[in-house]
């Protein structure tokens, strides 16, 4: 069984930094990509960056510059920094990611955590 464990997030003013992360655990045989997408109320999921095992990194527009995601292959866990956060950014965070279990006959799948609140306001 694969689990996706987040901490961090809670309650920031504005323009102020959090940092979330991500440890995948469980009958792990490979991790492909860990990432990590964002949903406010009444918005739809949406992507915030990914970064795959060889550190490719994929992010959204609207954090260019303020968030920066980073991994540890060796824990498989992710991390996302956040900076300058806005009202904007307020939203639950979910960290994703693409792996292929032991018990993953049919090839990797995505993964998800259960989501971790970030309230950006004063």
């Known amino acids: 069984q694969v689990q996706l464990v987040e901490s961090g997030g809670g309650l920031v003013q504005p323009g102020g930094s959090l940092s979330l992360s991500c440890a995948a655990s469980?009958?792990?045989?490979?991790?492909?990509?860990m990432g990590w997408y964002r949903q406010a109320p009444g918005n739809q999921r949406e992507l915030i960056a990914v970064i795959t095992s060889g550190g490719t990194i994929n992010d959204s527009d609207s954090v260019k510059g303020r968030f920066t995601i980073s991994r540890d292959d060796a824990k498989n866990t992710v991390y996302l920094q956040m900076n300058s956060l806005k009202p904007e950014d307020t939203a639950v965070y979910y960290c994703n990611a693409r792996l292929l279990g032991y018990r993953d006959l049919g090839g990797p799948r995505d993964y998800w955590g259960q989501g971790t609140q970030v309230t950006v306001s004063s």
């Open positions: 469980g009958s792990i045989f490979s991790v492909i990509f």
